[in-house]
């Protein structure tokens, strides 16, 4: 295997560090949902929306924090991002009322989208191919560990101190990831030697692959989310769970999944293919639908709990591979974009899946809803590339 220098660690640590930070502040609104509906009457759909709020900032701003990392390099783009969202979630922690806390949070997802597309372009710029899938692997820890801070700090926090407490840590947490981003991070030789004078061909006009790969991608963001976003809910809800135990599962599945995120990485480097082991995860992610709207329907309290760890898993084990093969596919030059394009459509979907599963399981129950979401992944199957390709 090719030889890693030291630094691409460090920049790796950092990268981790940053996007964490970052989904902390976007994942806060989903941990306040047992808060406001359960205890302050908040009807499921308007939470839902609520916790979509930052997932829409980000959908609005992906793909210009992508294109000016792509021309300006990492350093100052998640530095100064995530400077930005500290202020905004200061902003949400002296807000008033519902309505400002969602514009806040709007506001902060967008300048969180910042961390996605630069972190991703430290992978490609300091990893060899053989290594970055394991490399991905691990920078994907970000996001559920991220999650798992949510879940660790939000419902406590926020039942003892308030909302306005909860944000005002968390701005204290951004901000000092920030300022260690700004005197740790090193733009990779890899971005510095593509240059700015570099032909860039865009990679969507060689072939479709990108294209369905961010097709999949879209599609399992569905049970994702799912999964992420009313687990908490469904555990106490259908399953009979106390609020302080669910809260604890959400946390130990997220970081459970973080290492799923590793081992499927490490092994499309053993297998020499992120597509295959990316269509095995999707067909997976029917399976642990499958079971979970079980448990559901059956009120299998201790196995439904089992049964949604490993759903967290599965249903977040593809995001490595696929942002190593549209950063593989893309090229350096299209890098930053493409992972912006990527995230994008991702978050398209995570936005919907708020309000719109949150009204589906108020129609049809847990259990319903969520064997309708298995259908999504299934529909992915198909769509997976045969064969993986590598621009640079």
Known sequence: MTRIPPRAWIMLALGIAAQAAGTLLVSAPVFLIPLLHLD?????????????????????TLIAWGHLADRRGERGV?????????????AAAVTSDLIGLGVALLAGGAAAAST????????????????????????????????????????????SAGIPATFLVIAAALAIIAAACAAGIRNPPRAAASGPERPAVNPYRVSGF????????????????????????????????????????????????????IVVGVLSDRVGSRVRVLRGVAVSAVVVMLALAMS????????????????????VADNGLAYTSVAEAAGSSW???????????????????GPGIGALITATGFAGAYALVALVPLIAVPLVPRRDVHRD
């Open 116 to 159: 996605n597309a630069a972190s991703g372009r430290v992978v490609v710029g300091w990893f060899p191919r053989d290594r970055r899938g394991l490399a991905m692997g691990i920078r994907q820890m970000a996001q559920p560990l991220g999650v798992a801070a949510a879940a660790a700090l939000v419902p406590a926090l926020a039942g």
């Open 40 to 60: 302050r009457g908040l009807p499921l759909a308007q939470a839902g929306l609520l916790s979509a709020a930052p997932t829409v900032g980000m959908v609005l």
């Open 335 to 353: 890098v930053g974009k493409a992972l912006g394009v990527q995230n994008t459509g991702q978050f398209i979907a995570a936005s919907l899946v």
């Open 78 to 90: 998640i530095a100064g991002g995530l400077l930005l969202t500290a202020l905004l979630a200061l």
């Open 210 to 261: 990108l294209a369905r790969i961010h097709a999949v991608s879209l599609l399992l963001v569905v049970p994702q989310f799912a999964v992420s976003t009313f687990g908490m809910v469904f555990l106490i809800s259908a399953l009979g769970w106390g609020q302080d135990a669910a809260a604890a599962l959400v946390a130990i599945s997220q970081f459970v999944g973080a290492l799923g995120r």
């Open 296 to 315: 559901g329907a059956f009120a299998w309290a201790a196995v439904g709990g089992v049964i949604l760890v490993i759903a967290a898993v599965v249903t």
